[in-house]
């Protein structure tokens, strides 16, 4: 425990400068922005300023990305408690007390104790992180090419829980992931695959850009085709500040503490996030409350467990991605090749080669929750004039930024080219009722089960039973057919 | 055209690429010496893909078909005992396409010029008409409204990206 703490103060150390603290800045600034937008998502930010970062040390580069990662996830209260407008699906629960809270006139309340539930189910869940990361990484740090197939095998499954309505079409659209991680020159042998002769995909397609395009580009086409003035036609009412009293907060303080925990061990688990965090931490709460049936109707409970709970699955869903590699959402998949551009590789070993930049994010991560607090008092008035943005100067300047951070990554017009391509890929998708989520997931994990399996399988000789004489391949097995079988079975109970 | 259509249609093209795909991945070369194993090697994944693709592609298809033919069905029923026929299935967003066709269709004009545009003319130039002619084309009515963001936008992610971050960005017909 001493030498976590020692490596967490050394961490601080290398990020309390001047440089970092002003990229975490302005990637909460950026994510409160973004999250507060009902339909930009922080996962499009993220894809959007990943080229931005790779130049950067990866301690500030990656730290600002944190930021926005934060900072989305609180945004999205913003407009769910003025508007009943979540601006992210994490703040759906939200809007349930926030918005009768607010009509009630105890909008600033609300926002209050909605920022202050946001940064300690923050907090909470980097503690967790920081205390959990090196135990997991610990026991993976074993894991050989067989266990890593399972692993892997595990990773892709979570595309069923991301699939949204239609399981098959996640599916199909994981496949197309996979399929075009397929493209270039073979991981194992070197022969080439689908190259069509063509030697600018000899190394396959770049990641970035097919992030940019399947989230951003294809984001703002659908906003041209919605044919808004702005992301949201409603104008924000008076916030009355100031009204959250020390004792309205010091009665929330268990149940925000509670919703914490139950929101870093939601996100723990590949697949969920912080919608299924804050429905699962307000149900409790109303559960446990003394006034359940306040709830609904602006309840100061409802509001702290959602947003306590919501903003803890940050350090949750960190863990997976950092000691296994494994990304349990769209953000934290794009946050992975973020980290692989910078040449750090998320999974059992970053602990042991690059422990000190990966302390350096913990504290990074507890410095964006903090500044949170201070950014979130100092501008929510600010912050939830953003919706007013014209979509008419919004779509041509993320379009310019998507240019250039698809240019930047190697100077090159082909990844512009496959981001554009892959924008209108994402857009058809979108239309068609295909998730984008899981294509991206397929890209990323796809090379590297399928190198985990031949290995295994070259090692073995061809011996199959390197899988299935092997107790923890067996169990990850177990919980990909559980991991496909769960949205199925619960979406038969809710029918019934 | 209604949902189900739709997705036949979409079930037909996915089966064409998985059939493609299929006969595509046989042309790659295997080193089954390198590998020790004839089945799983570098042709393995994209067979297996495709083959799962036909599938998935397949049953999308099936799917949609039972759901059509149990909507006749339904609908003949309604209409043999002589009441309206309120066709209530769900309907592809037709208005939704609709909305803004138009708007769509110059915007993704606009962003292929810009792709053509970046290198030749440069960041700055090309940035600076492709923000102008976004800016009109979705809505903005005033010129100061046109002209202020296509110039301060180029001119503030150029100044981030080259001077501040050391990305280079393509200089074109400017000297800077």
Redesign the interface.
């Known amino acids: 425990m001493m030498a976590l703490l020692q490596q967490l103060l050394t961490g601080f150390g290398d990020i309390l400068n001047f440089y970092s603290l002003l990229a975490i800045t302005l990637g909460v600034v950026t994510g409160i922005t973004v999250g507060a937008l009902p339909g930009l998502t922080a996962t499009m930010s993220i894809a959007v300023l990943t080229p931005a970062t790779f130049l950067l040390p990866p301690e500030i580069g990656i730290a600002l990305l944190l930021g926005v990662f934060v900072g989305g996830i609180y945004g999205g209260s913003i407009t769910a408690i003025l508007l009943r407008t979540p601006g992210t699906p994490a703040a759906i629960a939200t809007s349930f007390d926030g918005y009768p809270l607010a009509q009630q006139g105890n909008a600033g309340k609300a926002l209050h104790l909605a920022l202050y539930a946001s940064v300690i189910g923050g907090l909470i869940s980097a503690a967790i992180l920081v205390v959990l990361a090196p135990q997991i990484a610990r026991i993976a740090v074993r894991f050989g090419p067989a266990e890593f197939f399972g692993l892997t095998l595990f990773g892709i499954s979570i595309i069923a829980s991301v699939s949204g309505d239609s399981l098959l079409k996640g599916l199909v659209a994981g496949i197309f992931g996979i399929l075009f991680s397929t493209v270039g020159m073979d991981s194992i042998t070197g022969v080439r695959r689908f190259t069509f002769g063509s030697t600018a995909l000899l190394s396959g397609f770049n990641l970035i850009p097919v992030l940019i395009g399947v989230f951003a580009v294809s984001e703002m086409l659908e906003l041209v085709e919605k044919r808004r003035e702005s992301v949201v036609d409603k104008t924000v009412g008076a916030i009355k500040s100031g009204a959250l009293t020390l004792r309205e907060f010091k009665a929330n303080l268990v149940n925000i503490v509670r919703s914490s925990f139950i929101g870093t061990f939601v996100g723990i688990v590949p697949g969920t996030g912080g919608g299924i965090a804050a429905f699962m931490a307000y149900d409790i709460a109303k559960r446990r409350s003394k006034k359940p049936k306040e709830f609904g109707k602006g309840s100061l409970e409802g509001v702290a467990s959602a947003e306590a709970s919501n903003n803890a699955t940050t350090g949750g869903a960190l863990v997976p991605l950092l000691t296994l590699g494994i990304p349990g959402c769209p953000t934290t998949a794009v946050l992975l090749s973020a980290f692989m551009i910078q040449g750090l590789q998320p999974g059992p070993l970053l602990l042991q080669t690059d422990a000190r930049t990966v302390f350096a994010l913990f504290a990074g991560l507890i410095i964006a929750n903090v500044l949170l607090l201070g950014f979130g008092m100092i501008g929510i008035r600010a912050f939830s004039k953003v919706v007013r943005i014209p979509i008419r100067v919004l779509v041509p300047t993320v379009l310019v930024l998507c240019f250039v951070g698809a240019y930047s990554i190697a100077n090159s017009m082909l990844d512009v080219g496959v981001m554009l391509v892959m924008g209108a890929l994402g857009f058809l998708m979108r239309k068609f009722g295909f998730p984008g989520a899981p294509l991206v997931i397929g890209l990323i994990l796809g090379p590297i089960n399928e190198a985990a399996l031949r290995r295994a399988l070259s090692a073995s000789r061809g011996d199959w039973m390197v899988f299935f004489g092997n107790p923890i391949f067996l169990a990850f097995l177990g919980l990909t057919i559980l991991s496909f079988l769960l949205p199925l079975i619960r979406r038969r109970l809710s029918a019934v | 055209m209604r949902r189900e259509d ?1 997705d036949i249609l ?1 079930s037909v093209l ?1 089966c064409a690429i998985a059939v493609t ?1 299929f006969f ?1 991945s046989n042309t ?4 089954i010496m ?5 089945i ?3 042709r ?3 067979k297996f ?2 083959v ?2 036909f599938i ?2 397949s ?2 298809g099936i ?1 949609a078909s039972l759901t059509r033919l149990t909507r006749k069905a339904s609908l003949l029923k309604e209409t043999s005992v002589g009441q309206p026929s309120p066709d209530g299935t769900p309907q592809i ?1 037709e208005n ?2 609709q ?3 138009r ?2 269709a110059l ?2 004009l606009a ?2 010029l ?2 053509i545009l ?2 030749a003319l440069g ?1 700055l130039f090309s ?1 600076v008409l ?2 102008a002619s ?2 009109k084309l ?3 009515k005033s010129w100061h409204g046109v002209v202020f ?1 296509a110039i301060v ?2 001119v503030a ?1 150029y100044t ?2 080259r001077f501040m ?6 200089r074109g017909i400017l000297p800077f």
Do not use: H, K, W
């Open positions: 739709r979409i996915l795909v595509l790659i070369r295997t080193m390198v590998e020790q194993s004839p799983i090697n570098s393995f994944y994209p893909l495709s799962l693709l998935c592609g049953l999308i799917r967003d939704a396409g909305m803004n066709a708007g769509l915007t993704a962003c292929v810009y792709l970046f290198e960041f940035t492709f923000m976004l800016l979705l809505g903005s963001p936008t180029p992610v981030l990206f971050l050391g990305v280079p960005l393509p």
